[in-house]
C-alpha cells in the first residue's frame, strides 16, 4: 500500500517520553510484536497527500464489516507463519515439507477469501482500491492458480497414502493397506455388553505434540519408500514454490495492522463516548484549534481507573501563536501541553485525533524542554543545563516548529527567572514558531499580542479541589492564593474578625 521504507525510523523521537506518546504507542502495539509497527509511529508524514492517503485507509476502515474481513485475513496469515515456524523447528524432511504444505494451503485460503470480501466491500481510499486491484490481477494469474492446483492435487495424492503396519515384539513391518477389514468396531461392540458401570479406560492415547520420534521417522521413510512418487513430487513442489508469498500482500499484511492496531486502541474510547476526528492539516495557516481534546496516555488510565475523562478546547486566532499556561500546582498545566503536541503528531502519522472538530499545523519539527533531574556528568548546574537544552532548540526550531515548554527556569530566582522566560518567548515570537509554555511567571502571559493566557481553574467553592478545565483567560496568581485564604478565613478582613478582643 505504501513505500514503508519512506515512513520507518529505527528509534523513537527525543519528544515522545516528554509527551508520554512512548506509553501510547506501546499500548497500541502490545500483542503484535511480530508485525514490528513501532517505526510507522516514530516517523510523522511531511506531505499532505500522504497524510490523507491515511486519513482514507483509515475511514475505509472503520466500516465494521470491512474491518472484520481484514481481521480474518490477518489471522489466516498467523496460522499461515505458525505453520512454517513449526516446520523450522522439525528434523523430519517429510514432516517439514507437509508443515509447508499446509502453509501453503492456508495462505491460498486467505487470498481468496479476501479477493471475494474485498470485492463486495464499498471501498473509497486510494490504499485500499489500489490494492483490491492488485489482488484481484494477482488471483487470476497463473503463478497464483497454479499454486492452488497444484497444492489441491498434492494434498489429494498423500489423503490416497494408507498403508499398515504389524507390529511383533521389537520388529515393525510397513506396507500398503490392502482393502483388510477393520475390525475396531466389531471388537469394541463385542465387548460392549461386558461393560458395567464406569471402567477403566485401557486404550492407548497417541501422542500429538509436533515433532517423531525415531520410530515414527522410520516409519514414514518406510511409507515414503511404499509411495515414491507421491513423495517425489512433495519434494518437487517445496522446491517450486519456496518463494509463493507474494512481497505485495505479505507488505499489505503487515502494514494494514497499522491502521488497525490504531483504531482498536481508540475504539475503546469511543465506545465510552469521547470524540475523535480527523482534522484539517496546513503547512502554513497558523490558526489552530482542537474541541473537546484529550491526553490519550491519561485517558487510558483512567478509564482503567474508571475516573472521568476531562476535555479541553484550544485555539489560537490572527496572529497568536503562544499559549501561556498558568495556574495552581497539579490542576491539570502539562496534561494540557502534552495533549497539544501528541495531537499535532498523531495528525501528522495520519491518525484520527483526540477530539470533536481540529485543525492543525503540518510542523517541520517538534521539540519540548520538560524538566529533567540534574545530571552530574555533564558538570553543569540545573540552571546552565535548561539554558543548554533551550538554546539547542532555539537554533533548530523555524517558523513552522511547535515547541512545547514546561515549567522552565525553576532552579533560579524569580527575577532571573522572568528575564530569562522573556528571552525565550521573544526569540520563539520572532521565529512565529508555535508554542505551549507552562509556567508560574504570569507576566509572561501579556508580554506580545502573540501570547494568549489559559489558566487552570479549581472549583470556586473549594479552592483546594481542581476542574482540570484549562480556559482561556487572564492570569492572575493572586486570584487562586485569595480563593484559599478565604477558605480558611486568613483574609486581612477575616483574621481583624478573629483577633477582636
Known sequence: MEDDAKHEAREAPAFFVDLNLDQIIDT?????????LQPFFYAPLKDPDAIRYRYEVMQDLEDKALFTHIESFAQKMRVMREHLAQADKLHHRYQKERWFLDAVQ????????????LSLANLRSRGLLAFREYLTDYAASDRYTSLLSDTRRLKANLSAVIYCLFIQENRIKVRKYESEADYSAEVQ???EKFKQGGVKDYRVKFVEWPDMNHVEAQILDFVARLYPDVFSSLDDYCTQHGSYLDETIAVFDREIQFYIAYLEHIGIFRRKGLPFCYPQLSVQRK?????DCFDLALAYKLLHETSPIVCNDFYLEGRERILVVSGPNQGGKTTFARTFGQVHYLACLGCPIPGREAQLLLFDRLFTHFEKEENISNLRGKLQDDLVRIHDILDQSTGNSIIIVNEIFTSTALKD?????????ERIIQLDALCVCVTFIDELATLSEKTVSMVSTVVPENPASRTYKIVRRPADGLSYAISIAEKYRLTHGS??????P
Do not use: N, P, W
Open 495 to 500: 483574621l481583624k474578625e478573629r483577633i477582636k
Open 417 to 425: 527567572a522572568i528575564f530569562l522566560g522573556k528571552v525565550v518567548l
Open 106 to 117: 492456508v495462505y491460498g485460503d486467505a487470498v481468496q477469501c479476501l479477493v471475494d470480501d
Open 28 to 36: 497500541i502495539t502490545a500483542g503484535k510484536d511480530e508485525y514490528h
Open 287 to 291: 490558526e489552530v484549534f482542537d474541541h
Open 189 to 191: 461392540a463385542t465387548f
